[in-house]
């Protein structure tokens, strides 16, 4: 059970989407098809008053399905890795 937060939100209606990957000490594990990938979609809209939901969110991570939407993401510590990583091969 998680309780996290998200500094300021205007108020109106939410999407809920999560997605989670274990931690790897080696950073091109995580460009892998199946990095141990868990994904999470609320179940309802989230309505926000005053900075805050109004109803209790619920939200469960499991495996990605091949029903599941694509995911974009940016990872700046693994770009910054693969570039210095890059460079010393180079060198």
Request: cysteine-free; overall charge neutral.
């Amino acid at each position: 059970h998680l309780t996290p937060t998200a500094g300021p939100i205007a108020d109106g209606r939410y999407y809920l989407f999560a997605a989670a990957l274990p931690w790897s000490p080696h950073p091109l594990t995580y460009l892998a098809p199946d990095a141990g990938l868990l994904v999470g979609a609320g179940e309802r809209a989230i309505a926000v008053r005053a900075g805050a939901s109004l109803a209790p969110i619920h939200l469960a991570l499991l495996p990605r399905q091949l029903t599941d939407p694509p995911i974009l993401g940016v990872f700046p510590p693994l770009q910054s890795f693969l570039r210095s990583d890059w460079a010393d091969a180079r060198a």
